[in-house]
């Protein structure tokens, strides 16, 4: 059917890989473009030789210029951004000046402040309108599936949905004492802003990590879950109709915790650059550089996770509760693709993002939260490529 150029080579770009190739018949074609092209090389030779030809380049994806001129060669059908989410803009406006569809797996962050929101992308919905071009957001896990649970909630179950819980949990052990599942940057800046949760109209901050409960998650049993703020609610509490309450919850181990509080305590989670022997440097940068790379938990990562959302509302005058899930193992996914279960659920949904635009099912122009779609065709290929979900009507409930 078409080509895609995928951009980043990561943990998450090596899962979005493999699933295209296993999707040849959309994906007859991919480009793999990274800033260091030995990375994209080193993914081209696991699986080139397949019915999905592979090229790699090399590119800056914080260079509109050079975005253009790859995308002028490579001519895709679309761009899936697996690079950071510092990149989203230049990669838009480089799909904007090219008319080529977009998607993405995270919400534009700039990179000196530690704030995520989806301001900035949705300032770009006429341009894409005008340009006749689809950009969708988010199709990751959370975001991403947790977003089309929520649509195949509203649209099967519900008249209206009053409250979503959505429950991240990770029961993986990789043997480190302190180490990351995906991007140590992103992923330590997530966990150490303020809280918060939607209630009645409003976004309600809390303090990071101070909101504490304590869950029985299938197949993986009691955690502890702390709540975070996630930028799916953002979308959700517009796009869901009757909504009341949004909290996001996520597990996090005593020694993950123990160690976060003291990395923080003694600075090196800062994203405010310091001098050090006359060089400038970001702590947290360099605490990226020390940490295992997100890339290589994958042999040593045993367990599962569980991520889904509970939903409470009214169906036909009676109230209904509903909770989806998907249960992925580490173990299984490394097997399968060579990385663990974090990249593994991010890539998944970012390919089936990809091919639900790059299909026609869900084209159309201008810039959308994947919500906004609808969710059948998503729900139908996650049981296909790995994401298989499971459904109950009398869940466990978060006081
Ligand atoms: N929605 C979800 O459920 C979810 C979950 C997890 C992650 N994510 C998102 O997925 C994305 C990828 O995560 P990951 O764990 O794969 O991260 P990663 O392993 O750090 O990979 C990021 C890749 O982007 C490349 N990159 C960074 N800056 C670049 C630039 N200026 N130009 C070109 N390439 C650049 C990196 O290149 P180098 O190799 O040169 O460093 C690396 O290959 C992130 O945006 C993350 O937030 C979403």
């Known amino acids: 059917m078409g080509k895609a150029l995928i951009i980043g080579a ?31 090389d080193a993914l081209k030779a696991k699986l080139d030789g ?88 988010g199709s990751g896990f959370d975001p991403g599936v947790t977003s089309v649970f929520s649509a195949y909630a ?32 992103i992923n330590i800046r997530e966990v150490t802003a303020n809280g918060s949760y939607f209630e009645n109209g409003k976004f309600i901050e809390t303090e990071p990590m101070s909101i504490k409960s304590v869950y029985d998650f299938p197949q ?80 040593r990562t045993k367990g599962k996770t569980n991520i889904g959302c509970i939903f409470q509302g009214v169906k036909d005058g009676k109230p209904r509760t509903y909770y989806v899930y998907n249960v992925c193992d580490h173990q299984e996914c490394y097997k399968e693709v060579g990385s663990q279960a974090i990249s593994y659920t991010t890539g998944v949904p970012a390919m089936i993002g990809a091919s639900m635009v790059m299909t026609g099912k869900w084209k159309r122009p201008g810039v959308f939260n994947i919500e906004e779609f609808d969710p059948d065709p998503f729900m139908d290929a996650l049981n296909k490529f790995g994401l298989p979900w499971h459904e109950s009507f009398a869940p466990a409930l978060i006081d």
């Open 10 to 40: 990561g943990g998450v770009a090596g899962v979005v890989v493999h699933k295209c190739c296993q999707n040849s018949e959309v994906f007859e074609e991919i480009c793999i473009a990274s800033r260091t092209v030995s990375k994209c």
């Open 50 to 137: 397949g019915k999905t030809k592979i090229t790699t380049a090399q590119v800056d994806a914080n260079n509109v210029s050079e975005l253009i001129a790859l995308i002028e060669k490579v001519k895709p059908d679309i761009v899936i951004n697996v690079a950071l989410p510092y990149q989203d803009l230049t990669i838009m406006d480089a799909c904007l000046a090219t008319k080529v569809d977009y998607v993405d797996t995270a919400n534009y962050e700039p990179e000196d402040t530690a704030k995520f929101e989806y301001k900035w992308q949705w300032a770009y919905r006429d341009r894409f309108k005008e340009a006749g071009i689809t950009a969708l957001l």
């Open 154 to 185: 509203q649209k099967h179950y519900f008249d209206e949905i009053h409250s979503i819980d959505i429950l991240d949990a990770n029961a993986g052990d990789h043997g480190y004492a302190f180490a990351t599942n995906f991007n140590p940057e």
């Open 220 to 299: 993986i049993g009691e955690k502890d879950i702390y709540l975070l703020h996630h930028e799916e609610m953002e979308s959700l509490a517009l796009n869901i109709k009757g909504i009341k309450k949004i909290r996001f919850w996520m597990t996090f181990g005593q020694s993950y915790l123990t160690h976060l509080k003291v990395l923080e305590n003694v600075g090196m989670t800062s994203i405010e650059p310091i001098e050090f022997e006359g060089k400038q440097i970001v702590p947290l940068q360099f605490l990226k550089a020390v940490l295992p790379d997100p890339a290589s938990l994958g042999p």
